[in-house]
């Protein structure tokens, strides 16, 4: 039976490569290897592990039972290579949730270092980024919860980070931030977003009231699925506008001192309850518009809330951090 987790509201299911090809599906040996050939047998592994049976899935439902597949480790030993599959058979360069459950797997496996940080490897086929993309994982407990913190580098902002094209600038307490012409066309509020790279691309429209924040309900209402899908992803799913390779969206205010409410809809899988790399995205930019200061940010989002760690030195962001927890679903 596939093993399915939730971190905050995100469900993936975790399966070893060993058991994808077992299923019949003729994947590499090597992650690398793997990546390069995802047309091959991605989307055959969503269907064999995420799909519905025939005649389970509730009304009203998604079309798979989770929000993605972690095919791996593909060693007996750390450091420890994986794969992302998004629903819709795309390969995600990092998730901090899927990450979190991954790591969580290796826990209940016995083959996570208890006491000391491992290193998750990520393999993609993405052009414009560098692959495997790393990810250093470490146990931690905060308030009582066993989870792990993710140390997810150092990020980079603006349009040449996600390579975006074809932005107007504009400023919001002094910073430049950029105006995504789509975006706006669909609501006016949505006038002003900082492009952030950590380790995957984002967009965070940060809005000025709760109310010019979308549900996912209205995200998955077909008008605005079809225009937010068309700048998320990439061709021929999407448009790929502004970011030919897509970008991860998100929506963001202050709501207090330290804390900022999000909503996510993600490339490769739409609205989403909550994604690790989105609210550390979110934290990194409500920094660089001056909403927080370095240190602790909470990160509110319908399926949890995301305590992020923002390390400043000689006034840059120099280290961002995400604790994560995960749970085996019965």
């Known amino acids: 039976m596939t093993p399915f987790y939730d971190a905050r509201g995100n469900i993936y299911a975790v399966v070893t490569p060993d058991a994808v090809r077992h299923s019949g599906i003729d994947l590499p040996g090597q992650a690398s290897r793997a990546a390069q050939t995802r047309e091959h047998w991605a989307l055959s592994a969503i269907e064999a592990f995420c799909g519905w049976a025939p005649g389970t899935q509730p009304p009203g439902s998604k079309d798979h039972r989770c929000d993605g597949l972690l095919i791996g480790p593909f060693q007996a030993a750390p450091p420890f290579d994986l794969l992302i599959v998004n629903t819709d058979g795309t390969l995600a360069e990092r998730s901090g949730n899927g990450l979190t459950i991954f790591s969580q797997s290796l826990s209940e496996q016995g083959l996570l270092p208890s006491e000391e940080a491992c290193v998750l490897r990520v393999h993609h086929d993405k052009n414009d980024a560098v692959s495997p993309v790393e990810t250093s994982v470490k146990p931690a407990e905060i308030d009582g919860v066993h989870g792990f913190w ?109 804390q900022i409410v999000a909503r996510v809809f993600e490339r490769g899988e739409g609205p989403t309850a909550s994604s690790g790399t989105s609210a550390s995205a979110v934290a990194c930019a409500a920094w660089r518009v001056g909403w927080v200061k370095a240190g602790e940010v909470k990160v509110v989002m319908p399926g949890g809330t995301a305590p992020i760690l923002l390390k400043e030195q000689g006034g840059e962001l120099s280290r961002v951090s995400l604790f994560g927890a995960a749970r085996l679903m019965g």
Request: hydrophobic share 40%.
């Open 150 to 258: 993710l140390d997810l580098g150092k990020p980079s902002f603006g349009p040449q980070a996600v390579g975006a094209q074809g932005v107007e600038s504009v400023t919001l307490n002094g910073r430049d931030l950029n105006h995504v012409q789509p975006l706006s066309a669909l609501n006016p509020a949505w006038a002003r977003s900082q492009f952030v790279r950590i380790g995957n691309p984002h967009c965070v429209t940060l809005v000025a009231e709760a109310e010019a924040l979308p549900s996912n309900a209205q995200m998955r209402e077909p008008a605005l699925a079809e225009g937010l899908t068309r700048i998320a992803y990439a061709t021929p799913t999407g448009a790929g506008q502004p970011c030919a390779a897509g970008v991860n969206l998100q929506w963001a205010v202050l709501e207090s001192e330290g």
